[in-house]
């Protein structure tokens, strides 16, 4: 083989031709199928009304009844969906479940007159039209969750399962078609747009919700969280465009399909050559205003209602036209962050229950009735459940994973949810499903995706998710922002941090950057300004952390969240920049998801240059727990770190021009010293330290030896006391500076609490040490005073 020249190794060629018998076989038995299905016949069709034989036209109380039956969905859907996700599962089957309740087949059932007063038949097409709109946005949304490069870079392992998963279910549901066509169908349906239809309804994953049950669980990560992901994306895409040549064949004769589906390539093509681009300089429109103007928004949702008008001509119906759109404009955006801000809550919250609710009055669980009906849904539920964690297993065996991560994936992929009611009201809407075939795949769709979480636990509870030393956390750029001179405002994406070598522990080294953590806006200004007075000159800046709570639920697919390649906005954030650049200072911003706050907190307080963790409290009690929640729990388990915390209880008004320290020989008034210290040099004012001596004199060697070795550093700007009384009250009239630091173990000793400082304006931090972080005063501290530039 000529050197330069790409090899072709045996596994690859191995995995190609499985693949290429693969989908070979797919053909060669679904024409099989077909040629014995086009001899079977079914009895001639009986009209159906959904919602009964009301005549359509609008009558004076219908904006009534529809306002009034929104209340009762949305209210119905949320606190069902509550319900659910409190017990660990998809907030959308109590969804889901909760367009069933209000529907024929149980309110219906119990109160009758209610159902018909809240659901008139006239109702049914407004309802319809919301439900199709909150389709239509939703399909968008799902559009601009994708991710391409997703598609591009995990390999043709995860598309070979990914494709297995498609082709099992698909032609076992082409198989049951056989025997379900004579019973469920009608005459004037054939059996090729039956079968068909079923197949696709039987292979189709719900891409959002297996990535909330991922990142909910927090195996989004690991190799096979990474893998579902992945194969969960291309079985969308690969379903969504079978699904498209099928309601093509379906809406179209024998010569019309050709014309329909040319029509759909070149619309495909048209999105990828002309609309991509144009949706490309629109985001850069956006970078360079830096929001989302209305002409941007109008000029978006114009491309949205032409999109999908197009594919709803063309004879693929408008949700293809919507999701297309969604998955041209570039993923990673600012412009695509901000249309899912701005969209996806009142889709999650107004609209896509009104879908589920027509979903539910479509939904007749009594028209399946007697054993054999009921054994047919048990099969529809097994051939679906089978086909698809039977594909996923085996195709994941042969490409190298475990048993047990084979089966994880196989329960994944077999997550339906929204995706599939969206496939069987569009199969409904067709005629191709017979009201009873709907009934009984909405069950299997519902059974599905519930049965996905307790499966998943049994069979991952005893196993220990990938190594990850350090969360791969969204940052911002990681250089520091200077405001002014520099004019950067707005924080840039970053690659991810690299898990962080061993901390050197250098005793007496200055550059010991300060972390601060923020959630609040309100808490934000107090915070900066005192790590900015705590930085010595030539020191690493402060780092300000925003944390951002992940979504719980939502429309988002949390690739987004995931991944972490885009970073969240922060309001606190902003507002420390803001503060900078008012400032003339320097800071190095960061943003990032979380789910757990402390551990995360905790995780970035281990990089290199971290020395100390400034926090707020929004509660200012102090004693042997003075502070709970988040708080507590980063200075439990903090001891074992090599970082100071300091925690800011009031966050005060006036001036940092006259610091108190209270102290005494113990580490954790060292480091209250350290503060205080670094405050004084910083700001040039004079610094007071109030001594508590361990055996209650004034001749405590160790203490003087200390309080001596700081004078080096601020010479004669340093002032001693010792407390005359052990008393809170004492101690507060002893300390009435701008900013006053104790340690915390003397905190707890006068029994301190924010009553007993009587000015609220002032600054109060109580700082806990560690043995194993080095406290900045001394010698070295006082060269570095004298020759660092001002």
């Avoid at 000529?2 to 024409?31: C, D, H, N, S, W």
């Avoid at 939904?363 to 009921?374: H, K, M, N």
């Avoid at 010792?722 to 029994?751: C, E, M, W």
Wanted: net charge neutral.
């Amino acid at each position: 083989m000529a050197e330069g020249q790409p090899r072709i190794t045996t596994a690859g060629t191995r995995a190609v031709a499985a693949y290429g018998l693969m989908i070979g076989g797919l053909v060669l038995l679904y024409l099989w199928i077909r040629s014995y299905g086009e001899t079977l016949g079914a009895p001639a069709p009986i009209g159906t009304a959904i919602f009964g034989s009301a005549a359509s036209r609008a009558t004076e109380g219908d904006l009534l009844h529809v306002l009034l039956a929104l209340v009762v969905v949305i209210a119905t859907a949320r606190a069902m969906g509550s319900i659910f996700r409190n017990f660990g599962q998809p907030q959308v089957v109590g969804e889901i479940l909760a367009g069933i309740v209000l529907g024929p087949s149980l309110l219906g059932r119990l109160a009758p007159g209610a159902e018909g007063y809240l659901f008139p038949a006239t109702v049914g097409p407004a309802l319809n039209i919301i439900a199709q709109v909150g389709v239509i946005l939703y399909m968008f949304l799902v559009g601009l969750e994708l991710d391409p490069a997703l598609l591009r870079k995990r390999g043709h392992t995860t598309v070979a399962i990914s494709h297995a998963s498609i082709v099992a279910p698909f032609l076992l549901g082409a198989a049951i078609a056989l025997y379900l066509y004579p019973k469920l169908s009608t005459s004037d349906v054939p059996f090729t747009c039956f079968s068909l239809f079923l197949g696709v309804s039987m292979s189709v994953t719900a891409f959002p919700v297996l990535a909330r049950i991922l990142t909910d669980r927090g195996i989004h990560k690991t190799r096979m969280g990474v893998i579902a992901l992945t194969c969960a994306a291309v079985d969308d895409v690969t379903a969504w465009c079978m699904l498209a040549f099928v309601v093509s064949v379906a809406r179209a004769q024998a010569a019309g399909a050709v014309a329909t589906i040319a029509m759909a390539l070149g619309f495909i093509a048209l999105m990828i050559v002309v609309v991509r681009p144009t949706m490309v300089r629109l985001s850069l429109v956006y970078g360079n205003r830096g929001r989302l103007t209305q002409g941007v928004m109008a000029a978006i949702f114009i491309a949205l209602l032409i999109s999908a008008s197009a594919t709803e001509l063309i004879g693929i119906h408008a949700v293809f036209g919507a999701f297309a759109l969604g998955a041209v404009i570039p993923h990673d955006s600012g412009m695509a962050r901000e249309l899912t801000d701005r969209l996806e809550d009142i889709v999650i919250v107004l609209l896509l229950p009104a879908f589920f609710a027509y979903t539910g009055l479509r939904t007749q669980i009594g028209l399946v009735s007697g054993y054999e009906q009921w054994m047919m849904c048990a099969l529809i539920v097994v051939v679906a459940s089978a086909g698809k964690f039977g594909g996923s297993v085996v195709a994941a065996r042969i490409t190298g994973l475990n048993w047990r991560d084979s089966s994880s994936l196989g329960v994944l992929m077999n997550t339906r949810g929204l995706m599939e009611l969206i496939v069987l009201n569009i199969g409904l809407e067709m005629n191709v499903i017979s009201p009873t075939l709907f009934a009984m795949l909405v069950i299997m769709a519902l059974v599905t995706t519930f049965a996905t979480t307790p499966i998943l636990h049994l069979i991952t509870r005893h196993q220990i998710p990938d190594a990850q030393p350090f969360p791969e956390l969204g940052t911002f750029s990681p250089e520091p922002l200077v405001a002014p001179p520099a004019p950067i405002l707005a924080p840039h994406p970053a690659p991810r941090p690299a898990p962080p070598p061993a901390r050197p522990m250098l005793a007496g080294t200055e550059h010991s950057a300060i972390l601060v953590p923020v959630s609040n806006p309100e808490g934000v200004a107090v915070l900066v300004e005192l790590a900015l007075a705590a930085t010595p000159h030539g020191a690493p800046p402060p780092r300000v952390l925003a944390l951002v709570k992940t979504p719980p639920g939502g429309v988002r697919s949390g690739l987004r969240e995931a991944d972490q390649r885009v970073p969240p906005r922060s309001p606190a954030l902003a507002a420390a920049l803001d503060l900078a650049l008012e400032r003339g200072s320097i800071i190095t911003p960061q943003a990032v998801w979380t789910t757990n706050p402390a551990a995360d907190i905790l995780a970035f307080a281990k990089q290199p240059q971290i020395g100390w963790l400034l926090l707020g409290s929004h509660r200012a009690v102090f004693g042997s727990d003075f502070m709970g929640g988040v708080v507590r729990e980063i200075l439990d388990k903090a001891r074992d770190l090599p970082v100071h915390v300091a925690v800011v209880i009031h966050g005060g008004e006036r001036p940092l021009d006259r610091v108190f320290a209270v102290v005494d020989r113990g580490i954790h008034g060292r480091a209250a010293l350290d503060l205080a210290l670094r405050v004084a040099l910083r700001k040039k004012s004079g610094l007071h330290a109030v001594l508590v001596p361990d055996d209650g004199t004034a001749e405590d060697t160790e203490l003087l030896d200390l309080i001596r070795d700081a004078g080096h550093a601020l010479g004669r700007r340093l002032h001693t006391d010792v407390l005359s009384a052990p008393t809170a009250a004492q101690l507060a009239r002893q300390t009435p500076g701008g900013l006053v630091v104790i340690a915390t173990n003397l905190a707890d000793k006068l029994g301190l609490s924010a009553e007993d400082l009587t000015d609220p304006k002032r600054c109060v931090v109580v700082v806990q040490g560690s043995d194993s972080a080095p406290v900045q005063f001394g010698a070295h501290t006082a060269e570095h005073h004298r020759t660092a530039k001002p």
